[in-house]
Nanobody, 127 residues
């Protein structure tokens, strides 16, 4: 059974850090590009970051560049999103998703490009 599970969310103060993890079961993440998306209450889902299947290409939304880092841990079949200098506007449910490729700078943030989605993990940035 193909399954993606996000973890690592929680409540953090502004300026703090969290590391989100996206773990897969039933398949290897190595064959897929992995994207992170988020959706805040009352807002549309937006792309946050993406890493190619090889790990050689990474993409970030302008709002998180310089603060978030995406990387693969192939040994654990996991992709991490390290989030530093968190801001209240980063509050959202964060989802990871897989794509078979064909992504570039103009398409990585488009949800329909992704096939499998996790259930999401809540990130709340508040003092």
């Amino acid at each position: 059974q193909v399954q993606l599970v996000e973890s690592g969310g929680g409540l953090v103060q502004p300026g703090g850090s969290l590391r989100l993890s996206c773990a897969a079961s039933g398949f290897s993440l190595d064959y897929y590009a992995i994207g992170w998306f988020r959706q805040a209450p009352g807002k549309e889902r937006e792309g946050v970051s993406c890493i190619s299947s090889s790990g050689g290409s990474t993409y970030y939304a302008d709002s998180v560049k310089g603060r978030f880092t995406i990387r693969r841990d192939s040994a654990k079949n996991t992709v991490h999103l390290q989030m530093n200098s968190l801001k209240p506007e980063d509050t959202a449910v964060y989802y990871c998703a897989t794509a078979l490729g064909g992504l570039d700078g103009s398409s990585w943030y488009k949800g329909p490009k992704y096939r499998y989605w996790g259930q999401g993990t809540q990130v709340t940035v508040s003092s």
